[in-house]
């Protein structure tokens, strides 16, 4: 069992910049893909990145070039930088683990409020 809690939301004047962090109970070390989704209201969920155990970075279209996903396996933790944000941003973020068996873990999310 993996228990994710994300922190580091909030509300953000477009243009400024916020770093969600995402806390795991367990050792990530292992764990063989770490993200980020998100979830605006009345909108599908929908993968904003990834990072695999061998540090390899995966993006959604509209963040490539504003946000960077990092991971720290010494600590357990996995980062979500956030710049430039828009509008459009403003969603439920959730944080996510793979592990190698295919099981998922998923956290209870953080809100980002990005005013226009």
């Known amino acids: 069992q993996v228990q994710l809690v994300e922190s580091g939301g909030g509300l953000v004047q477009a243009g400024g910049s916020l770093r969600l962090s995402c806390a795991s109970s367990?050792?990530?070390?292992?764990?063989?893909?770490m993200g980020w989704y998100r979830q605006a209201p009345g909108k599908q969920r929908e993968l904003v990145a990834t990072?695999?155990?061998?540090?390899?970075?995966n993006y959604h279209d509209s963040v490539k070039g504003r946000f960077t996903i990092s991971r720290d396996n010494a600590k357990n933790m996995v980062y979500l930088q956030m710049n430039s944000l828009k509008h459009e941003d403003t969603s439920l973020y959730y944080c996510?683990?793979?592990?190698?068996?295919?099981?998922?873990?998923w956290g209870k999310g953080t809100l980002v409020t990005v005013s226009s």
């Open positions: 990072i695999t155990s061998g540090g390899s970075t």
């Open positions: 367990r050792s990530i070390s292992s764990i063989r893909v």
């Open positions: 996510t683990a793979r592990r190698w068996d295919g099981m998922n873990y």
